[in-house]
């Protein structure tokens, strides 16, 4: 089965931080999905990313996917302490997806 | 409405109690999922259906079995809640074939706590 690694598993940045969160694969991706969640919440979709080399950004978040498609990076400009929670990233594998263990990201303003 | 209601949001039980998470949904999708999420661990797939009649098990089954009643109802029971079935659960639903992705929508939760 697909395994996916994120790292760092926490992170804690001061207000105006840049920030990169990654997401190495055991296998090639089909199709990696970043999402966030607030603590106890639900998870928000972000981004999806499927080509090689590719890169999506929206707002202060810029995700990208290598060329061999085994890993991933959410970049995060300028942070803010909404930007605060839980990352992970998902990859996709005959129609289901398998998750990372996840990235808390806690931004002191 | 949430596109994707799950009942109840929080539960507490004891050991060995029958347990049954409901999981609804307005967007017409045909996929279906439940997930289970434990700190440090992320998000690790019980079951998933992609349509009425197709039930599939996830990486961590055991202990639990799904029913999907309609297309916009997947519930999940717990026969005989055990103290490690503590966590909070999540349904998801996703259709590959309107946007080409699979991209998943979730649910806010169902926290369980099995005393």
């Known amino acids: 089965s697909q395994e996916l690694e994120q790292s760092p598993q926490s992170l804690i940045v001061q207000e105006g931080k840049n920030l990169t969160i990654n997401c190495t694969s055991s296998?090639?991706?089909?199709?990696l999905y970043w999402y966030k969640q607030k603590y106890g919440e639900g998870l928000i979709f972000l981004m999806m990313l499927q080509k090689g080399g590719e890169e999506k950004s929206h707002e202060k978040i810029t995700a990208k996917l290598d060329e061999k498609k085994q890993q991933s990076s959410l970049h995060i400009t300028a942070s803010q302490p909404s930007h605060a929670g839980i990352y992970l990233c998902g990859g996709s594998s005959y129609g289901k997806l398998t998750f990372g263990q996840g990235t808390i990201l806690t931004v002191h303003p | 409405d949430a596109d994707v209601t799950q009942t109840p949001r929080n539960r507490i039980t004891k050991t060995g109690k029958r347990i049954m998470l409901e999981c609804s949904q307005t967007?017409?999708?045909?996929?279906m999922y439940w997930y289970r999420q434990d700190p440090g661990l992320g998000l690790r797939l019980i079951y998933y259906s992609f349509d009425v009649k197709d039930i599939n098990k996830g990486e961590i089954s055991d202990g639990y079995s799904v029913s999907r009643q309609a297309q916009a109802k997947f519930s999940l029971s717990l026969e005989s809640a055990i103290p490690n079935q503590t966590a909070l659960y999540f349904c998801?639903?996703?259709?590959?074939?309107?946007?080409?992705?699979?991209?998943?929508?979730f649910g806010a939760g169902s926290r369980l706590t099995v005393l």
């Open positions: 296998k090639t991706l089909y199709g």
């Open positions: 998801a639903t996703s259709d590959l074939k309107l946007s080409g992705a699979n991209v998943l929508t």
């Open positions: 967007k017409g999708h045909d996929r």
